[in-house]
């Protein structure tokens, strides 16, 4: 196949992905399968759709997958693709692609499960990549992705299993430089204000020297706001200030997720209710407003459990925030793949679509709607 195109299966879903690798291997963007080598990234919520277009697609392709869904269960992906990059790509897609078309043994390659026979073979895992060796973007501009893993245990979230329990950061200058790209300066973490840090205590003159750094661009920086986010003990009079020193966001993205504290504790969540309420009372404060994720449908809670989140919803958006509202979706190499979702009280669905009519919660809450959304954070 040494002759081949290669194609990344580009939508609007896997943009950030696509951008990440682009710069790595030469490849086109298609919106339908193409001949050649045809390359995916999905998630668990686009996983379906996905099988259904390689099993009807009529060219003649070699179908290689990766991203949250494929690294969790390659066994399943292997029923459809010819190989999965497991867990980070950088170093892996390359080589897989390499050994692809110049007919090398790829059992070679780190990183990827495959299939001879029924036999499926996994080649091992690759050491976490050295995020300053490898561009967030390309062609393709995208947030930049300043941290990658988590050491919380979030029994409802793929990060730890996909990028490690340690954290690592790309480096000022690294972030600095593709800054330059932007007309305006976002980025993609697990938890922004762990930015330098082990990820269980902030270093915020670490937070303080890159939004420093990015300051002399003179450009609007958008920090701790979607697609990336913080955690509510994380938010502090000190990491505000900065904040609004350096800084044009007038809202922060605060992962809360459940008002019960009891849930708080079986998810493994690492705070209580207190440091949610906390983070919201101090963004007010500092003229920010808190915009909290709050996930209904946990397979531990129960019918008072869910009006406890939407009591905390309430509190919020009556302070003045804002709520976005998911409904659980169990995703694979998590604790809680394979559970199901606890069904949505009645009262509890309508006291959220009250709030959404209202303009101050968005998201997608409904259990008629499930696998509603997927999470990774």
Do not use: C, V, W
């Given at each position: 196949m040494a002759e081949c195109d290669v194609w990344f299966r580009w939508s609007s879903k896997n943009s950030y992905s696509i951008a990440a690798l682009l710069p790595l291997v030469e490849a086109k963007l298609a919106r339908e399968p193409r001949d050649g080598i045809m390359l995916y990234s999905f998630a668990t919520a686009q996983a379906k759709r996905v099988y259904r277009e390689v099993s009807q697609a009529k060219v003649d392709s070699i179908y290689i997958a990766g991203g949250p869904h494929p690294s969790a269960v390659p066994e399943e992906v292997l029923e459809h693709f010819h190989f999965v990059v497991v867990g980070e790509g950088e170093e892996t897609l390359p080589e897989l692609i390499k050994a692809v078309k110049e007919g090398q043994d790829p059992g070679e390659v780190l990183g990827i499960a495959y299939k001879v026979g029924d036999e499926i073979r996994f080649t091992g895992r690759r050491p976490p990549a050295d995020l300053d060796l490898y561009p967030p973007f390309g062609k393709i501009l995208a947030p930049i992705e300043i941290s990658r893993g988590c050491p919380w245990g979030c029994t409802y979230c793929q990060t730890p299993s996909l990028f490690g329990h340690c954290m690592r950061h790309r480096s000022?200058?690294?972030?600095?430089?593709?800054?330059?790209?932007?007309?305006?300066?976002?980025?993609?973490?697990?938890?922004?204000?762990?930015?330098?840090?082990?990820?269980?205590r902030p270093r915020l003159e670490k937070v303080e020297a890159l939004l420093k750094a990015l300051a002399e661009q003179e450009k609007p920086i958008y920090f701790g706001t979607f697609p990336s986010e913080v955690r509510p003990e994380f938010v502090s009079d000190e990491a505000l200030e900065l904040i609004a020193k350096y800084c044009a966001n007038k809202t922060l993205s605060i992962g809360g997720q459940s008002g019960s504290p009891a849930v708080l504790e079986a998810i493994s969540r690492g705070h209580g209710l207190e440091a949610i309420l906390a983070s919201c009372e101090l963004c007010l404060q500092h003229d920010l407003t808190p915009q909290v994720d709050l996930i209904?449908?946990?397979?531990?809670?129960?019918?008072?459990?869910?009006?406890?989140?939407l009591d905390l919803a309430r509190w919020i958006v009556g302070k003045g925030g804002k709520v976005r509202a998911h409904y659980f979706t169990p995703l694979p190499g998590t604790a809680l793949a394979g559970t199901q979702p606890a069904p949505l009280a009645k009262e509890v669905e309508a006291?959220?679509?009250?709030?959404?009519?209202?303009?101050k919660l968005t998201g997608s809450w409904s259990s008629s709607n499930w696998p509603a959304r997927g999470r990774t954070a």
């Open positions: 000022i200058a690294a972030i600095a430089r593709y800054a330059k790209l932007h007309k305006d300066i976002r980025f993609t973490s697990p938890n922004s204000l762990a930015f330098g840090s082990d990820g269980l209904f449908g946990l397979p531990s809670e129960s019918a008072a459990d869910q009006r406890m989140t006291g959220l679509g009250r709030l959404a009519l209202q303009g």
